[in-house]
Each structure stands twice: as C-alpha cells, then as structure tokens.
C-alpha cells in the first residue's frame, strides 16, 4: 500500500508565501512523475505544477514564475514553494505521485488527502 501525506498549508496574507510538502510511503518500487493539483467548490481539480524523477517541471501558466516545485528523490518527497500568493491561488491542494508499488508491473496514480491553502487579507 502506498500512502502520501501532505503537510504546510495554512493561511496567509496577499503577497505571502507558504511550502508544501508531500511524502510518499509504502511498498514502492519506484516513482515516476509527482505533482500538485488544486481545487474550488465548484470547480474541476487542476494542474498547479508537476516534476519527472529527472527533475524537468512543468507549470500552469497562472503560477509560472511565482510556485517552484521540486523533488528529493530519496526521500520520494515532494515541494511545492508558493511566493507572491494572491487571493485566486485559495484551494485545496492535493499531491499526486505517478507509483510502481513493489512487486507490481503496472504503474498507478496515488493521492494524497489535500491541504488547505487560504490567501486572504
């Protein structure tokens, strides 16, 4: 079983700036790509920012220049820096992490729980 446990959202003002953390834990043989993805009420779970286990990342065009993620690929964690944060960027935010759980061939997607992010003034 493979489980991802997220960490560090919260509140924060305009301009603020908060880190997410995910780390992935289990039976895993190996992790391909890991990202981040958010969500509103209302609205479909979109793509913040994902990373491949070589470390080439891709961005939402609303958050290029402002989120950075990255990967420790010995830890299977996954980071996601959050700095001019503006009101729009409030969601939850859930990790993602493409898996090969050990002693499986076929490769599956894992969740994590979400975390709250709240920009507000």
């Known amino acids: 079983q493979v489980q991802l446990v997220e960490s560090g959202g919260g509140s924060v003002q305009p301009g603020g700036s908060l880190r997410l953390s995910c780390a992935a834990s289990?039976?895993?043989?190996?992790?391909?790509?890991m990202g981040w993805y958010r969500q509103t009420p209302g609205k479909q779970r979109e793509l913040v920012a994902r990373i491949t286990s070589g470390g080439t990342t891709n961005y939402a065009d609303s958050v290029k220049g402002r989120f950075t993620i990255s990967r420790d690929n010995a830890k299977n964690t996954v980071y996601l820096q959050m700095n001019s944060l503006k009101p729009e960027d409030t969601a939850v935010y859930y990790c993602n992490a493409n898996v090969q759980p050990t002693g499986r061939i076929a490769w599956s997607d894992y969740w994590g729980q979400g975390t709250q992010v709240t920009v507000s003034s």
């Open positions: 289990g039976s895993i043989f190996s992790i391909l790509g």
